[in-house]
DNA sequence: CATTATTGGATT
DNA sequence: TAATCCAAT
């Protein structure tokens, strides 16, 4: 539930920033010959040509939708460049989006707070800068003033017909504004020049909200993403908000991306009173709809009317108040401090007749998800020298046999530990566990034998990742949960020495690290798995259990970066496939969606991916092109 | 079971 | 801490 933070005539400057078709970007400065085309970026090109996940502002002129289907795109748009997102280890791979929202990150934190608070946006708390800006050069004095932000919409400001920038300008410098005003001025001129720095170092455009808080944004983002488009949107949309001249104003400068618009807290009141209950933030869902019913509110405005004790009464004493708040544009919500997301995740849904069948099937997934996985740990590690320390694995199923056929498969989570085998093999208990909750008295028998069971969904994650304090030579300190008896710190020591051995080379454009992890003098082979924490809780069944302390015992494999992973991840495959032609025959849904079938000339091809030699991929491969069904 | 893949946050 | 749900993009 939203909390609310008691917090009144605020005076922050909160920017959102907020990039402009993101994947499309960044494909197209891949290729620029892209640049200026109708492009839309898609994942899966075998399934009706693939769902699109970002669409560019050429095509969105042609009615191009964002999660229209390839085809339909190609229909209302045949021009269209459709380029596929990576595919890696037969499922999308969003690395290089992260990193170049991670190149955008660096630019934008440069001034202030910042909260990335997705791949491709983020909040910054402008305050102090603008505060500083506002001591140092009162804006009445200021000469030159970035282009950029003379582009600015200032919502709530006449524009009469004359010189729009003077007119824009005019309010920057306004000599009797309010100082709320004079700070999102400043804000508007610092997100200015934040906004050319991205484009100078990235050559990605965004566009941007300035306002006092966060809650203000909601109402930009709203309208931008009605308002971008179409005419006609633009047109009912303003009608609807009763506001024609702002939002036309707004709109005709939505044609081109790179905008940025100001929020005046006058302008507030009037554009909440009209504004959508079920666009706010936190209520496009169930709260949102009993707010509506409950209440018969279907604007912002509309809530005005109710006591802040109706509300609490109705919805609980935090929500109450926050509604009350929201309603009239007050909300302390902080922008925090982060610049890394807190949780890594790979995940892949099956659907339809691509479900999963049997076991071994679940098993190559999820030893291609585990992988993606600890790569992305690993690097998080080298590069941010954090550590993950949880693992979760979730399902969703279906069960054709049992009326029952809708329950929910359980999530199962437990310690961490390092190294892909290591996770892998983590990850396969804890799906086990899932597994055998879920079949409940179902014995689950050998293991290609489906009992009209069906995997439609699967994913692996890693949080509660924590830093390395930088300086610290070592770093089982602070993993320990304070009991841990027969993994003696001394060990884990000697297992993962990080400063230690980090070397750095180049390779290509990219900067790698390599980190040598001591290795123990024993290996922790297969025995050591009596003494993991998952036979603690009971995941796995062994006569021979280890009392095991529930800490998060990290057992550092090698992981050196490209070459290596053939022969060992090739082993430990064979080790851990458990069945071969026999269970697999039986499953299409084994690697039905490789990335390897697509219609030729239909797409712009992502850099041809170097055959990434990996037995079970091409087993796959050659299974897949048998098992397909036209509409599979 | 055809809006996919990820995230983050809150509740219990 | 684990599991579940919800919301957002």
């Known amino acids: 539930m939203p909390v609310a933070r008691p917090e009144s005539s605020d005076s922050r400057v909160i920017a959102h920033v907020d990039m402009d078709c993101f994947y499309v970007q960044v494909e197209q400065r891949k290729q620029p010959n892209l640049r200026g085309q109708p492009t839309a970026v898609v994942q899966y090109n075998n399934w009706k040509g693939g769902g699109l996940i970002a669409v560019g502002y050429e095509a969105r002129k042609f009615g191009v939708k964002r999660s229209m289907r390839g085809d339909e795109a190609k229909e209302v748009c045949p021009q269209i460049h459709l380029v596929q997102v990576p595919v890696n280890r037969g499922k999308a791979d969003l690395t290089v989006y992260r990193n170049a929202g991670s190149e955008v990150v660096s630019v934008l934190s440069k001034k202030g707070r910042c909260e990335r608070a997705s791949i491709d946006e983020v909040y910054l708390d402008l305050t102090e800068a603008a505060e500083r800006m506002l001591a140092e050069t009162p804006l009445e004095r200021l000469e030159a003033i970035n282009e950029e932000a003379l582009k600015s919409h200032i919502l709530g400001l006449e524009m009469d017909g004359v010189d729009v920038k003077e007119n824009v300008r005019n309010w920057l410098v306004r000599p009797d504004a309010d100082r709320r005003d004079k700070l999102l001025a400043c804000g508007a001129l610092l997100v200015a020049e934040l906004r050319l720095q991205v484009l100078e170092e990235t050559q990605f455009t965004c566009s941007a909200g300035i306002a006092h808080n966060k809650v203000e944004y909601t109402i930009l983002y709203f309208i931008s993403l009605h308002l971008c488009p179409t005419e006609n949107k633009c047109l009912s949309i303003s009608l609807f908000l009763g506001f024609k001249q702002i939002l036309a104003k707004l709109a005709s400068g939505m044609n081109k991306p790179s905008q940025q618009t100001v929020v005046p807290s006058s302008s507030v009141t009037k554009l909440l009173q009209n504004f959508p209950i079920k666009k706010m933030k936190q209520l496009g869902g169930k709260l949102g709809t009993s707010i509506q019913t409950d209440l018969a509110v279907e604007t912002v405005g509309d809530l005005l009317q109710f006591?802040?004790?109706?509300?609490?009464?109705?919805?609980?004493?935090?929500?109450?108040?926050?509604?009350?708040?929201?309603?009239?544009?007050?909300?302390?919500?902080?922008?925090?401090?982060?610049?890394?997301?807190?949780?890594?995740?790979?995940?892949?849904?099956?659907?339809?007749?691509?479900?999963?069948?049997?076991?071994?099937?679940?098993?190559?997934?999820?030893?291609?998800?585990?992988?993606?996985?600890?790569?992305?740990?690993?690097?998080?590690?080298?590069?941010?020298?954090?550590?993950?320390?949880?693992?979760?694995?979730?399902?969703?199923?279906?069960?054709?046999?049992?009326?029952?056929?809708?329950?929910?498969?359980?999530?199962?989570?437990?310690?961490?530990?390092?190294?892909?085998?290591?996770?892998?093999?983590?990850?396969?208990?804890?799906?086990?566990?899932?597994?055998?909750?879920?079949?409940?008295?179902?014995?689950?028998?050998?293991?290609?034998?489906?009992?009209?069971?069906?995997?439609?969904?699967?994913?692996?994650?890693?949080?509660?990742?924590?830093?390395?304090?930088?300086?610290?030579?070592?770093?089982?300190?602070?993993?320990?949960?304070?009991?841990?008896?027969?993994?003696?710190?001394?060990?884990?020591?000697?297992?993962?020495?990080?400063?230690?051995?980090?070397?750095?080379?180049?390779?290509?454009?990219?900067?790698?690290?390599?980190?040598?992890?001591?290795?123990?003098?024993?290996?922790?082979?297969?025995?050591?798995?009596?003494?993991?924490?998952?036979?603690?809780?009971?995941?796995?069944?062994?006569?021979?259990?280890?009392?095991?302390?529930?800490?998060?015992?990290?057992?550092?494999?090698?992981?050196?970066?490209?070459?290596?992973?053939?022969?060992?991840?090739?082993?430990?495959?064979?080790?851990?496939?458990?069945?071969?032609?026999?269970?697999?025959?039986?499953?299409?849904?084994?690697?039905?969606?490789?990335?390897?079938?697509?219609?030729?000339?239909?797409?712009?091809?992502?850099?041809?991916?170097?055959?990434?030699?990996?037995?079970?991929?091409?087993?796959?491969?050659?299974?897949?092109?048998?098992?397909?069904?036209?509409?599979?």
């Open 307 to 632: 006591p802040e004790s109706k509300l609490q009464e109705l919805y609980g004493v935090n929500t109450g108040t926050w509604l009350w708040n929201i309603a009239r544009g007050i909300s302390g919500d902080e922008v925090e401090e982060r610049l890394l997301p807190k949780s890594h995740g790979a995940g892949k849904t099956f659907p339809g007749c691509s479900a999963l069948r049997s076991i071994p099937a679940v098993e190559n997934w999820l030893k291609e998800l585990s992988e993606e996985l600890s790569e992305r740990l690993q690097s998080d590690l080298v590069k941010n020298k954090r550590i993950a320390q949880s693992l979760t694995v979730h399902a969703s199923a279906y069960k054709s046999s049992d009326n029952d056929s809708h329950k929910k498969f359980p999530s199962k989570s437990g310690p961490l530990r390092y190294g892909t085998a290591k996770i892998l093999e983590d990850a396969i208990l804890l799906f086990q566990a899932g597994l055998r909750e879920y079949l409940g008295s179902h014995n689950l028998k050998t293991s290609g034998a489906h009992d009209g069971w069906g995997i439609t969904g699967l994913s692996v994650s890693a949080s509660k990742i924590v830093a390395i304090p930088s300086g610290t030579r070592s770093i089982s300190n602070y993993f320990q949960t304070q009991d841990n008896n027969d993994v003696s710190a001394k060990e884990t020591n000697e297992r993962f020495d990080l400063a230690g051995a980090a070397t750095s080379f180049h390779s290509e454009s990219e900067i790698y690290t390599e980190v040598h992890f001591t290795e123990p003098d024993e290996s922790p082979k297969k025995e050591k798995e009596g003494s993991h924490a998952l036979r603690k809780c009971g995941l796995v069944d062994s006569g021979t259990q280890t009392q095991q302390a529930s800490q998060a015992s990290i057992f550092y494999e090698t992981e050196p970066t490209l070459a290596r992973s053939m022969s060992q991840q090739d082993g430990f495959a064979q080790e851990t496939k458990p069945s071969s032609s026999g269970a697999r025959a039986c499953s299409n849904a084994d690697y039905n969606e490789s990335e390897h079938s697509f219609h030729s000339g239909e797409f712009e091809h992502n850099i041809p991916k170097e055959p990434k030699t990996s037995t079970s991929k091409q087993k796959g491969r050659i299974l897949s092109n048998e098992a397909l069904t036209p509409e599979c």
